[in-house]
């Protein structure tokens, strides 16, 4: 059985694949952006508190290291009040946020 998050990640390519195809045959060229960001809905299943404890706050610790490696790196942050959280969570280091 295939997890839900593989199948949008296969119906991304199959659209994209097509989409590609499409722009091929009028002669066209095809550009495509992928531009990672969250998305971890706030207190849908679990609490605001156990989201952030359990997933978002490492989401956002690893990001932050990864865009500090990289500066051509780009991330979208969707929750503002996970990214809130995080900011100022005592846990974060000054270096964290000025990366």
């Not at 045959?25 to 095809?30: C, M, R, T, V």
């Amino acid at each position: 059985k295939m997890r839900p998050c593989w199948f949008a990640v296969a119906l991304l390519l199959a659209v994209t694949a097509l989409t590609a195809a499409a722009a091929a045959a009028d002669g066209g060229e095809l550009r495509v952006h992928i531009l990672p960001h969250s998305h971890d809905d706030v207190g849908w299943v679990r609490t605001v508190e156990d989201y952030y404890n359990f997933f978002v706050r490492d989401i956002y610790s690893t990001v932050v290291s990864s865009l500090d490696q990289d500066a051509s790196r780009r991330f979208q942050s969707v929750e503002q009040a996970f990214f809130t959280r995080w900011w100022l969570d005592g846990n974060v280091t000054d270096a964290q946020r000025a990366a």
